[in-house]
């Protein structure tokens, strides 16, 4: 097995980021610094470790949080904010699928399992993310138009997937679907044309709904519905 794949099977990171630790000389396989990338190991007999650590493949597990304003989402602050680790008991090393801004709420996952989260946040997969905006001011048709079609961030074409009003009633309030995984960026899809959002909520992952769990609970996820995800 490949070195950056036992790190993340074993919920050390994702694939991507164990071979940013590999390559800044912090994983010892047999006493041994490793420094190149794609080595094969034997997970059953080559001891592993991360930063002085034993590493030991563990169980996977997988929890869907309704995320409260207030916490970061990372597995630790240096500013010491709370994080979305801690409101999950467990003894597991877990870790945040993804980000959720410090005041934005709604559905996060988190899991030991960086495969999973690799795969759920790699572009190229396309996962649906789906908000509920409150904007400062009423949206108007033709940004609606705009943001559906694409305007462009960080230089790069982006759009939603999808931009309709939560009531008819309401233009201020909307519900906006992406599959981009990018830092703010239904925030900063909007501020591009000139609104301000207010506030934001998550309220899908995928096939996951925010549903059944008020703010700040949280459940443990089946492998039954684990696969189901998977496959979209």
């Avoid at 801004?101 to 996952?109: K, M, Q, S, V």
């Avoid at 009003?165 to 201020?172: I, K, M, P």
Wanted: hydrophobic share 35%; aromatic share 8%.
């Amino acid at each position: 097995m490949r070195l950056n794949k036992f790190l993340a099977e074993s919920g050390v990171a994702s694939r991507r980021k164990s071979d940013e630790l590999i390559e800044q000389g912090r994983v010892d396989v047999n006493g041994k610094t490793v420094v190149k990338l794609g080595l094969d190991i034997d997970p059953e007999k080559d001891k592993i470790f991360v930063d002085g650590e034993r590493v030991k493949p563990e169980r996977k597990v997988y929890y869907m949080l309704n995320k409260p304003k207030g916490f970061v989402t990372t597995t630790s602050d240096e500013r010491g904010r709370r994080t979305v680790v801690e409101l999950i008991k467990t003894n597991k090393h877990i870790f945040p699928v993804g980000r959720l801004d410090y005041n934005t709420t709604g559905i996060l996952l988190l899991t030991n399992d960086g495969e999973f989260a690799n795969k759920l946040t790699h572009p190229r997969n396309k996962y649906e993310r789906i908000y509920i905006a409150k904007i400062n001011r009423p949206i108007e048709d033709k940004d609606k138009h705009r943001l559906l079609t694409g305007i462009f961030v960080d230089k790069r074409k982006s759009k939603f997937t999808k931009l309709e009003l939560l009531h008819e009633t309401n233009r201020e309030k909307v519900v906006v679907g992406t599959v981009e995984g990018r830092n703010h960026f239904v925030k900063r899809m909007f501020e591009t044309l000139g609104y301000k959002v207010l506030e934001l909520q998550r309220i899908s992952f995928g096939r996951f709904k925010l549903e059944g769990l008020r703010i700040g609970e949280y459940r443990e996820l089946s492998k039954k519905e684990i696969d189901k995800l998977l496959k979209k």
